[in-house]
């Protein structure tokens, strides 16, 4: 297991603080102008074959991204795919539920504060509690598995726990509408998690229709701390890949 590096993190925010009192540094200024790319299905059709071409396609455009001194630590890369009903129903089965076959399914891709617990609770809480409110039935949470050894020092030191939570459409709603309500829930999450001081939950999606993996490690070695998109099951129509170019931001998960 890594040990939170709380003495650099506390150290990064200090250096922070410091440029912005005392040069032209501002971080309501922070921008980035990033490489994006789409691989996608003329016809519509899923295939594996999409996702497959669109991590190949994001592997090459790593050189858009820059790279930290310890050789793995990156600006950040992801990709966007479409929900995988195949997969993630025997990820409701492990849960011990049955998928319900007449029901839609939503993923929530959520990022955690790793180290407090206390605060990981809280999280989890808000989570559920804006879903419940919206009427919807929640399958449980995942863990989501990752190879940190794909991961800089940096990245590794702050990287969040990184789990899922898998929705059920109990209302029996049109997609257009659970997708709309969904983004209603996300943004209440956001909402109750900065009036409970945890500005360390992010969701990276929250939806029926896609889900999205990214990290702040190489664009190359996304696929790799993500093991999820090697199964053969990912299949997609689309593929958007994502390198972050960081021009006067800090690189962060």
């Not at 396609?57 to 930290?68: N, S, Y």
């Not at 929640?138 to 702050?158: C, Q, S």
Request: hydrophobic residues 40%; glycine residues 8%.
């Amino acid at each position: 297991m890594t040990k939170f590096d709380a003495d650099w993190a506390a150290a990064e925010e200090a250096r922070r603080a410091w440029m912005a009192e005392h040069s032209l540094y501002n971080d309501t200024d922070e921008h980035a102008s990033c490489g994006v790319g789409l691989v996608v299905s003329i016809d519509g059709s899923k295939s594996r074959k999409v996702v497959e071409n669109g991590i190949d396609a994001l592997k090459a455009v790593w050189h858009r991204g820059a790279v930290d001194a310890d050789g793995k630590t990156g600006d950040g890369a992801g990709i966007h795919v479409q929900i995988p009903y195949a997969f993630f129903g025997d990820m409701i089965e492990r849960t011990g539920h049955k998928p319900r076959e007449d029901e839609m399914l939503a993923v929530g891709q959520v990022f955690l504060p790793r180290t407090d617990f206390g605060a990981q609770e809280t999280c989890r809480t808000i989570v559920e509690t804006e879903i419940l409110r919206m009427g919807y039935y929640i399958y449980g949470w995942r863990h989501v598995p990752v190879n940190i050894d794909v991961l800089g020092e940096k990245a590794n030191a702050t990287r969040p726990e990184i789990e899922q939570i898998l929705i059920s459409n109990s209302k029996g709603v049109d997609e257009d509408t659970f997708e709309r309500e969904l983004y209603v829930i996300r943004r209440r999450i956001e909402k109750a998690a900065a009036a409970a001081q945890v500005p360390t939950l992010y969701l990276a999606s929250l939806s029926c229709r896609s889900i999205i993996y990214k990290g702040m490690m190489l664009a190359q070695d996304v696929a790799e701390f993500y093991p999820d998109l090697q199964d053969e099951r990912f299949e997609s129509a689309f593929a958007i890949y994502h390198q972050r170019y960081s021009t006067n931001t800090f690189p962060q998960w």
